[in-house]
């Protein structure tokens, strides 16, 4: 199955004081914006919750790519999904029974979402494929933009893009972390479809300009899976 990317720049690289004009920046050029709730357990950092993402999700039509990096979701993220979302994505490490929240996920509308920290074998959780719409393999460790891109995480890609060839799965692969003009390509190579850039899109002198640079170079790349 022949995908286009997708690149989904991340509001953590924003400024958090306009966050209305950082979606609006990216309107024409972004296909999701991404949102990375942390909550300051699951991860150290603290950013923005669900009364944010309602605010926000008023002020544009980009779908919203939720990326929860919090404790408990089985409690906060059908939440997220309620306020419209178009994908929540909760982590593999906080949750005890992925399929049981996937499916309630997509009860309120969303599509589901898996992600693997840095430190997680995919492994595991390779046979949840079907009931998921998207997985994220986190190319830093989750908590903080402006990381370096970890290239040992692709192997990691590798497997799940094979595993969703196998199965004919239609599930998305998305990479989150370090993903710029110098690692976009070596991400599509080993599969992934799904690009969340922070810092290489709001870093940029124009956020739009950098969307497009990235896609086309995403699109370009040669998947051997
Ligand atoms: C970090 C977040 C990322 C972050 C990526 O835990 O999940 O989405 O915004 O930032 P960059 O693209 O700057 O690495
Ligand atoms: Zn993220």
């Not at 002020?59 to 939720?66: L, R, S, Y």
């Not at 990096?69 to 999904?81: F, L, S, V």
């Not at 190579?189 to 969340?196: K, S, T």
């Amino acid at each position: 199955m022949e995908s286009s990317p997708i690149i989904a720049p991340s509001i953590l690289a924003a400024d958090f004081a306009h966050l209305a004009d950082a979606v609006h920046d990216i309107e024409g050029a972004a296909d999701w914006v991404h949102v990375d709730v942390m909550d300051n357990h699951f991860v150290p950092n603290l950013t923005i919750g669900l009364p944010v993402v309602q605010s926000l999700r008023k002020a544009t039509t980009i779908p919203f790519d939720v990326h929860l990096m919090i404790a408990d979701p089985e409690r906060w993220a059908p939440g997220y999904a309620e306020a419209g979302a178009y994908n929540v994505t909760f982590h593999a490490e906080a949750c005890d029974d992925p399929v049981a929240l996937a499916k309630t996920l997509r009860a309120a509308g969303a599509k589901a979402g898996l992600a693997i920290d840095r430190d997680t074998p995919v492994e595991p959780y390779l046979e949840l494929l079907p009931y998921v719409d998207t997985v994220l393999i986190m190319t830093i460790k989750a908590g903080f933009g402006g990381q370096k891109f970890l290239p040992e995480m692709l192997d990691k890609v590798r497997d799940v893009r094979r595993r969703i060839t196998a199965k004919n799965l239609e599930v998305r692969l998305e990479v989150d972390g370090g993903i710029a003009v110098d690692t976009i390509e070596q991400a599509a190579e080993a599969g992934a479809d799904a690009f969340v850039a922070g810092t290489a899109v709001y870093g940029a002198e124009d956020p739009a300009e950098a969307i497009r640079k990235l896609r086309a170079l995403a699109a370009r790349a040669d998947v051997r899976a």
